[in-house]
T-cell receptor, first 114, second 115 residues
Framework: DAGVIQSPRHEVTEMGQEVTLRCKPISGHNSLFWYRQTMMRGLELLIYFNNNVPIDDSGMPEDRFSAKMPNASFSTLKIQPSEPRDSAVYFC????????????FGEGSWLTVV | AQSVAQPEDQVNVAEGNPLTVKCTYSVSGNPYLFWYVQYPNRGLQFLLKYITGDNLVKGSYGFEAEFNKSQTSFHLKKPSALVSDSALYFCAVRDDNTGFQKLVFGTGTRLLVSP
């Protein structure tokens, strides 16, 4: 089975540029999560969706961050404009809500803003 | 709000020895508890979970964890460590008393198994 697929795996961009991270959840899963991992703050939940609807975006750090899920098989996390402090690993994860709460992570998008 | 604590930043153990990675939690309702492992430059991989039932849960790669309600703990254990077990381990908790399906992660414990 294909797992959660994220792209790009690595991105280096200049401050002020727009960054778009993409995620394809596991087929059939109906919950999707975006996490950010840094050395300083560990693993933080940014936003999650149930059935493509954003349920809790309280972890989104500021208005420069936005996330969408236009359909059940695709989600984006956008940063505009990007700043060096946004450098982190961004993980997408998905879950079949009715099947016992286990969430499955993608391999992450490693973002460096210079 | 639920929370989880991993009191050790790093655990060192010799190969072949038993290992324990500690986790304590705080919830208002019943806990759903998870362990994940992260290898360098990889995503988090699910190891095991406790939802209900037997307090001793067995998972992948020979790992197990024991749910202790009175001590609000969910320590990860393995009888005989391998060098390949060296990785970052995360405990996570979800409170079944919350309307949101939020999984909160600990800060992680680095396990280093020496040959």
């Amino acid at each position: 089975d294909a797992g959660v697929i994220q792209s790009p795996r690595h991105e280096v961009t200049e401050m002020g540029q727009e960054v778009t991270l993409r995620c394809k959840p596991i087929s059939g899963h109906n919950s999707l999560f975006w996490y950010r991992q840094t050395m300083m703050r560990g693993l933080e939940l940014l936003i999650y969706f149930n059935n493509n609807v954003p349920i809790d975006d309280s972890g989104m750090p500021e208005d420069r961050f936005s996330a969408k899920m236009p359909n059940a098989s695709f989600s984006t996390l956008k940063i505009q404009p990007s700043e060096p402090r946004d450098s982190a690993v961004y993980f997408c994860a998905s879950r079949l809500r009715e099947s016992g709460n286990t969430i499955y992570f993608g391999e992450g998008s490693w973002l460096t803003v210079v | 709000a639920q929370s989880v604590a991993q009191p050790e930043d790093q655990v060192n153990v010799a190969e072949g020895n038993p290992l324990t990675v500690k986790c304590t939690y705080s919830v208002s309702g019943n806990p759903y508890l998870f362990w994940y492992v992260q290898y360098p430059n990889r995503g988090l991989q699910f190891l095991l979970k406790y939802i209900t039932g037997d307090n001793l849960v067995k998972g992948s790669y020979g790992f197990e964890a024991e749910f202790n309600k009175s001590q609000t703990s969910f320590h990860l254990k393995k009888p005989s460590a391998l060098v390949s077990d060296s990785a970052l381990y995360f405990c996570a908790v979800r409170d079944d008393n919350t309307g949101f399906q939020k999984l909160v992660f600990g800060t992680g414990t680095r396990l280093l198994v020496s040959p």
